[in-house]
């Protein structure tokens, strides 16, 4: 009963740290918020079920022509990363140098805006996904393990490796330098501009790739789902320690272990109270969050 | 030959004037001072060199391109690197990634060949740490290329910043008092270092309050005040320029 919690909770724990990580990283660089997050991981949903339509519909079905996930992933991805490059050119960019809360309202502004843009365009209803695959099960050790759930933790956890990977290389090394100080970062030779769209392409792909894991787990998908995954993700984020990649990832498989189990040994009605009650205690004896580390406020 | 020129530059900032048509030119190979009291905007004057703020008016030609409109990235590109007063490195990041991440621009691969981890990739990567350590090495921080920039002591930290100006591989390197804090010991060391930045061939232009390593180590000074240029020339010129006296000492009164 507790490891098949904790697997559940893994399931969707890796989905939050996937989701937080684009928040983590846009603070680590902009100290902004990006409300607008969510709405990303919604869209990367919708594109799901679109793209996997498409090719249902040329006669690629998943069933024999197993590459049409992969396709529609890679599309997903595409669109997703090219929303969140246009986001940050189109609302973020030019309040640059505004006050902190002018970007904040901006990315307020965006979120609302793509949301009634996806249910003019695709209805208020529910959406269905297609086809439910990895419907198999996989018995192990005690533990009923669906394929569909093996393949979204083994998809975060190789998401996650590749985004450590990435930080050891010079693009990598150029974003850890412009998070910590972009006017040094711009003096040694490094386009921060180039730096920002690249973090907005990165973090809007992982919510891409989380929104159509979740879109298939739950089979189910409408316009108003970026709002709830938005917070979750936001609070996996802090519980971490906001601006940290490491601490986005350990922030995002806790709450969701802490939410499956809260759910499956006191009661599933307060799914969603849980998360924000260890928030809160965390917060309150480490407001820096667990991996956060303390900083200065910059001059 | 002149590397570097500014002309009439000027920087206004609301209504302080924090630079009013200063004009120089830079000998290539050659050290140069910038001194003046304090809020005489020698700060300004590299931040304006280093495309950090843009000019009111005026021109900076570098090695014969006007430069005073570029980003920054820009201007490190065309090979002008600096320090800072307040040192300002990357301080969650390694010595080592510390002089890594400044020759970003000197090294290009793209994403896919980083990702795919290829042997052209490899042998770049091993070549820009190997060129990092040789920076890590002429600044003596070869035994801390692994620890964490920000846990250096005060010293270091310091050699750690021009190691990083170097490695951005510049022509001219702009030095904002490097002896800032500093005993008269470590100001001996520090005065070889600059000797030793420009034994490789680079152009040193230093801001600095310690008279004496000015007056040794300088070829040209330039003296500023208010904003204004009141005096430029060698150390001995300078000197007894009557209007560098004044402004660092008040006004001789008649008994």
Known sequence: MLLQQLINGLTLGGVYAIIALGYTMVYGILELINFAHGEIYMLGAYLGIIFLGIFTSLGLTAANFPLALLLTVLMTVLFCSAYGFTMEKVAYKPLRNAPRLSPLISAIGVSIFLQNYVMLTQGATDKVFPYRYGETHIRFLSVDLTALQAAIIITSALLMTGLHLFQKTRMGKAMRATAQDKTMAALVGINVDTIISMTFIIGAGLAAVAGIMVASYYGIVNYSIGYMAGIKAFTAAVLGGIGSIPGAMLGGILLGLIESIGAAYISSEYKDVYAFIVLLIILLIRPSGILGGYSEEKV | ?255
């Open chain 2, 1 to 255: 030959m002149f590397v570097l020129e500014a002309r009439e530059l000027t920087k206004h900032f609301g209504g302080l004037k924090a630079l009013e048509a200063v004009s120089f030119k830079v000998k290539e190979g050659a050290i140069h001072s910038i001194i003046g009291p304090n809020g005489a905007g020698k700060t300004t004057l590299f931040n304006c060199l280093t495309g950090v703020t843009r000019p009111t008016r005026g021109s900076i030609h570098f090695s014969g391109q006007e430069i005073s409109r570029l980003q920054p990235h820009e201007v490190a590109e065309l090979g002008i690197a600096r320090t800072f007063q307040n040192i300002r490195l990357f301080p969650e990041m390694t010595v080592m990634e510390n002089v890594m991440v400044a020759q970003h621009t000197r090294t290009k691969y793209g994403l896919l060949s980083a990702v795919l981890r290829g042997s052209s990739f490899m042998s770049k990567e091993r070549a820009v740490r190997e060129k990092g350590f040789e920076y890590l090495e002429l600044m003596g921080l070869e035994d801390h290329a692994e620890a964490l920039a920000g846990n250096l002591p005060y010293g270091s930290q310091r050699r750690l910043e021009i190691a990083r100006a170097l490695a951005t591989e510049p022509k001219i390197i702009l030095l904002d008092e490097p002896t800032a804090g500093m005993n008269p010991m470590e100001t001996l060391e520090v005065m070889d270092l600059i000797r030793k930045v420009k034994g490789l061939g680079k152009t040193v232009i230093l801001i600095e309050h310690d008279m004496k390593l000015v007056m040794g180590i300088s070829e040209w000074i330039l003296v500023l005040d208010h904003g204004v240029g009141i005096a430029e020339g060698s150390p001995e010129e300078v000197r007894n320029d009557p209007l560098v006296i004044e402004a660092y000492l008040g006004r001789e009164t008649t008994h």
